[in-house]
């Protein structure tokens, strides 16, 4: 089974809107990544958050992390065309050794 | 481009065939990471490679196995296909041994069309 699962499944917005994509683990982990994927190509890194951060920004993007509640969000302010894309979660967990689970993808559609 | 080189792009064979998936990691990475992106699984972890070693294994079936090779580049090797096996199979590199916060760096896969 997945360790990650995105929430919403699917989201389709109007361009300049913010996306907001929801990501739930079930396992401590150390380290959360978010990976943007265009339809039939490879996984792009987008942006990492380690388990003792709460909030990271890279450009538009915005993460936040709780471990309490072992979620994560991925924001994405004045979205883009270009921004349409599957967002997966990826995790890797603490204690042992880490083998990386991607979630299930939320599938992102941003309407010119 | 991610610098992770996967061939061939686009694989057409019938079921019971034998086909190999190649990988050239970019360069000075020592992990190969192999994944499977069906519709219906999402992306599923097979297996990885540390600079030669079995590192860690997933949900890699019997009929499929792997290597890395001494010059790091890799292959999988996939016997007996069936139609499910069609999907689309990544490579991906990393620095490190352990994903822990390292970035993972995707080839564009290989696509695989078992009829």
């Known amino acids: 089974s997945q360790q990650g699962e995105e929430d919403p499944q699917a989201l389709s917005i109007q361009e300049g809107e913010n996306a907001t994509m929801n990501c739930s683990y079930k396992t401590s982990i150390n380290n959360l990544q978010w990976y943007r994927q265009n339809s039939g190509r490879g996984l792009v890194h987008l942006i990492l958050?380690?388990?003792?951060?709460r909030e990271k920004h890279s450009g538009r993007l915005r993460v936040t992390l709780d471990t309490s509640k072992k979620s994560s969000s991925l924001l994405i302010t004045a979205s883009r065309a270009a921004d349409t894309a599957s967002y997966f979660c990826?995790?890797?967990?603490?204690?042992?050794?880490?083998?990386?689970?991607f979630g299930t993808g939320t599938k992102l559609q941003v309407i010119p | 481009d991610s610098g992770v080189t996967q061939t061939p792009k686009h694989l057409i064979t019938a079921t019971g065939q034998r086909v190999t998936l190649r990988c050239s990691p970019r360069?000075?990475?020592?992990?190969v990471y192999w994944y499977q992106q069906s519709l219906d699984q999402g992306l599923q972890f097979l297996i990885q490679y540390y600079n030669g070693e079995e590192r860690a294994k997933g949900n890699i079936l019997e009929r499929f196995s792997a290597q890395q090779f001494p010059d790091l580049h890799s292959e999988l090797n996939l016997s007996s296909l069936e139609l499910g096996d069609s999907a689309l199979y990544f490579c991906?590199?990393?620095?490190?041994?352990?994903?822990?916060?390292?970035?993972?760096?995707f080839g564009e896969g290989s696509w695989l069309t078992v009829v």
């Open positions: 991906a590199s990393s620095e490190m041994g352990h994903f822990s916060g390292n970035t993972i760096y």
């Open positions: 360069s000075g990475d020592l992990s």
């Open positions: 990826a995790t890797d967990r603490s204690g042992g050794y880490q083998k990386v689970t």
């Open positions: 958050i380690r388990s003792n951060e």
